[in-house]
Every structure is written in C-alpha cells, then in structure tokens.
C-alpha cells in the first residue's frame, strides 16, 4: 500500500511542470494550503487532548509556591522531585499501594484461569447451553456497578468481607471475567485444532500436545487478556468505595481522592495532588499502550469487518 | 455453528472414515465453565437475585436488626416512582447522557476524518495524545482536570482572562448546576473521544479509495461524499461506537461523586448512580435502592440488546 502510493507521489513529482496550465497550478496551490491548514486544526486538536496530561506530569515537579503565581508556566521552571517525596513518606501512599497490588494480583490470576478454561469450552466445543452461556457473558458485561453496588454491598456485609481483598476481588473478578471470555474466544479459535491433532497424530498425548503446542500460541492472548484485567481492578472507584470504606483498606483510587480531600483542608497544595496522580496513572499508561489496538479491535471488531 | 475445525462435530460429516479419536465425554465443556460460572454467580448473579427479592420487601429498621422481611408486592416501586426527586434525576441522567454521546461521537468523528487527512507524521501525532488521554485512570483524569478548572490558580480561568473575560477571574465552575455538568461533560467528553475516533478511523480505513474516486470523478463534493458514501459506509461501527457511548454515559456516577467533593450542591447534581448510593449507603433505604436499581439493570440490558446481537452474529460467525 505504502509502496504505490511513494511510486504514484514520485510520478507526479516528476511530471514536467511547465507543460501544465495555470489554472491545475493554483489549485493544487489550493489543496496545498488546505491540507496545511488540516495539519494544524490536527495538531492543535492532539495539543488539547495530550495537554491535561502533559500539565499533571508538568505540575507534579513543580513546587506549590510556583503553581500559586499569577502567570502559569507552562514548562518545568525548577523541576524537583519534592512532591513525590512528600506523597510517598508523608501519607498512606505505600498501604493503599500494597492494598490495590494485592486485589489487582488475585484478581488478574483468577481472571485468567477462569475466563481461560471458559474461552476453551466455548471455542472448542459445541454443546447444549452454549449460546445461552454466551448471551449471559454478553449481557452481564454490560451491567454497571451502579446497579448492583448496594446488593454486593449487602452480601459482603452479611458475610463479614467488607474491607477484605478476597471480597471485592470476587466482585472485580466477576465483573471482568465476561469481557475477557469474550476476547480469549477469539485467540482460541484463532488456533486451529489440527495443528494439536497433528501433534497427537506424531505421538504427543493431549496434554502435551495443548501444553507444547496451542498454550504458546494464545501467550499474546493471554498477556493482552491479563493487562486488560489488570487495568480494570486498579482503576476501579466505584465498587471499591463501596466495600472498602474503612480507611486503613484504600486502594490508589480510593486514596487519591481522600488525598486531595485531605489536601483541600488546608488550601489543595496542587503539586503534591498531581505527584500523587502520576504515581498512579504512569504505570497504566505504560500498560494500556501494550494493549490497547486487541482492545480497539475487541470491542468493535464485528462492526469494522462487516 | 458452521465452523469448520469442530471437536465435537458428529461424525455424520465423514460417514466413511472412523473418527479421529473417541468423542469426548460431553461432560468437559461444562466442568471448564464452572469456575467462571460460580465466580458470575456469587458476584453478579446473588446481588441482582438479592435485588429483585428486596425491591418487593419492607426492609426497614427492623430487619436490619434481624427480623425476617415481609413481603409487600410493589409498594417500594410505588414510593420510590412516586417521589419526583426521583423523576428530576432520571431526566437529568437521561439529557445529560444523550448529550455527552452525541458530542462525544460528533467531536470523535471529527477526529477520525483529521486522522484520515492529514499527514501520516501529524496523523501519528493525533493518535498518541488520543492513547494518552485514554490511558488515563479515571480517577487521575477527574482529579487533573479539577485542577485546570480551579477557581483560584486553575488555567481554565487564567486562559478566559488572557482572551478578555475579566469576570471569569475567581469563578466557581463547581458551585452551580449548569457549570458543574458543563464541566463534567469536558471530562467525560475528554475521555471518551479517543475510543470514538480510533474505532471510527478503522472503519474509515475500510472504506475503499476507489468508491470515494469514483464518487468524486462524478462530481461529488466533500460534504456529498461524507454523507452519500463514507456516512452509510461505516454505519455498523458508528451505530455500535454510539450504542456504547449511550450505555457508558449512563453509569458515570464516579465521576460526578468526584466532582461533587469540591463542594458542588449535591441534590441537584446527582445522577441515577448517585441518587441509588445515597438511597442505599447514605439513608440505609435498601428497599428503594434496589427498586431503582432494577431499573438502571433493566434499561441497560433494554439498550444493550442491539449490541450484543451484533457480538452474538459474530459468535456465530
């Protein structure tokens, strides 16, 4: 594609110009123009949309004294890293850490398993209820916390697991698994089951043969699965304010916002908010940019093909 | 149902050749969903059965202290559908998320058209800040852009100042209504956009070149091929882009609980999400929670449907 395109450019290029009239010149003068202007509506759009980002970083190097001035500067004037020393020894930062690092762990690993053996049943057989299991996926992916938020708060109460992390990763994990059943579907099948016959016909028992040859082929699968999984558990808010309100259980979302809350009492010192920020967005972005095209294609990939 | 590379095919398929091997005991498939299935069914399953039982329950007091529940047939819906508390946040939920959708979809495909048009450089630059801003943890979105929108040092005010709107200087986009959900949406709109225009731009890839040649050769403007070819074109994905859109922008009761924080008038700012969790979690009215509950369940799945139709046709597929 990107082939024909730099041959037919260099044909045009070199197309003697002085044979052309005047009128093709000042169009293509026109469209010159009008691409250009593009490119700057296009990056002036990109700017806004990166801008909220690059101003947390920003902000978060910066010291308090400097972000109360009249004027904002818009680069790092005397970046320091005071503010992330303040987050990190100065509040439950490390606790609300270990908190979302243990729910996101145990949910991640029973995610996968689950939604795994689930992916493999349903690709790779046919049996009575399979639709109806496959439509029950599909629909329980949709439902919102905020309409079942209360009932598990309920259930969690009456069983003594409120501000447990088995609790709430039993309620992330049945959450997440429906979408991610959904998205290992599509790796399975996308491994043919005569390449684990023809292994079986070369003398490998089943096992082995699944083992040695179909497990390293769904490796992507599973790794963009369990980022997937692991984005959902450490961003989640809702649920996680529900069943964890005591303060000594906080995951990093629950924490960021009693960190500002605790910052507003004595006038939001802005630059330690945005540390804290950063701390928890960077190592989602770095994830999220692992997986997000399986994400894209995942969710609407039905749509785009037709 | 057709697909070729079937286990468990019958064997009516090769009625000469023996099977490969016996056919599997019909009891595997089941035994590899049960763990997915319990999880489904403690997590998702019990609440919503826990809900539908509640919602036809007295569940006052008294039974938070023991006693057995009494059932009352639809008095809570009554009460709870009665109230025009009730009926004011259900209108605003439902303006507030048509809005945020269909700005949301008109910006998104904005910028797919930008991605289409531009410069592969520039169009690679776009999609970056789109990734970034979508990576962003909820959360960490909300709390950066209250900082932009602070009334004090925010850059929102001080850029309003610089272009001559000397009374935005101190303003509190937060203390009122109307300026706390226009805020909102920018935040909303902000985070869903970038989903929008990357599914939107692989949709805008299918469309071949020679149709929209083929379209312009005929003489065709750019307004006439937007809407007579590349609009019909890429309806499958705008159609479920905006289905999801609608669906999301229901459930945003994170993000107003967080703005709220900063001190905005709770009553009039809640949402469908936020007016179930002060029923339930703030006056302990369970009954009447898991009433309205039912019905965000109910919508959802109503407005779901087309959706997962789709994905159902896929399976089949």
Redesign the interface.
Known sequence: MSAVEITTGRRVGADPDPSRPAPAAAGRWRRRLG?WL??T???V???I??F??Y??VI?SLTPDAL??SE??SFWPASPSVRNFEAVIEGSSFPSALRMSLSITAVTVV?VL???F??A???S????R???S????V???Q??????????????LSAAGMLNSVIGVS??????I??FT??ML?GFV?GV???LE?AA?VDGLSRAKAFWRITFPLLAPGLIASGVYAFLQA??E??VA??VLPAESTQTL?LW??SF??AS?NRG?D?GE??A???L??LP??VF??VV?SRM??G???????? | ?T?G?????PPLTAPGAPP??RR?P?R???A??L???A??L???G???F??VM?SFQEYGLAQQFGQPPTFVGLDNYARIFGDERLWAVVTRSIIFCLANAFVTLAIGIG?AL??K???PV??L??Q??????????????V??????F?W??G?IN?LLVQVGLTGMDGHNWLAQPLSFFFVATVIIV?MS???VA??VY??LT?VPDEVVEAATIDGAGPAQVFWRITVPMIR??L???LL?QV?WD??V??QI??LQ??GAPVAETNL??NF??E???GRQD?AG??AV??L??AL??AL?WP??R??????AA
């Open positions: 691409r593009l490119g509506v296009a990056l759009v990109a700017a949309w990166a909220p980002v101003w947390m902000s972000l109360r004027t904002p029973a398993a689950f939604a053996l689930a493999l049943a349903i790779r057989f046919r049996f209820g399979r639709t299991f496959v439509l029950a599909l629909f329980i949709m439902l919102p916390a905020e309409g079942l938020f209360i009932a598990q708060y309920k259930m039993v309620l992330y994990t049945a959450a698994v429906p059943v959904w579907r099948a043919p089951a005569e016959e079986m450490w961003n808010f809702t304010l529900v979302p960021l916002r500002l809350a507003a939001v802005w908010v945005m804290a920020s950063t928890i967005a989602v972005i999220f940019l997000q894209t294609s969710l609407v990939s039905g749509a785009v093909k037709g | 149902m697909a590379p079937d286990v468990s095919a490969p091997r599997r019909p595997a498939p089941y590899l969903l763990p997915a299935i999880v489904m403690v997590g998702m019990y609440p919503v826990w809900q509640t910028v930008l991605m048009a531009t410069h520039v169009r630059v776009l970056i800040s789109m990734l970034l801003a979508w990576a962003m943890p909820m959360v960490a979105s709390t950066v852009w209250k900082w932009l602070d004090r040092t850059v001080w902000w956009v970038p989903f990357l599914s692989a949709g299918q499958p994905v159609s479920i882009v999801l669906i229901l459930r009761f994170a609980r967080l924080d900063a469908l999400g179930i969790f029923l339930g979690v369970f929670a898991a509950s039912i965000v369940l959802t799945v779901s959706y997962v789709t994905l159902l046709k896929e399976d």
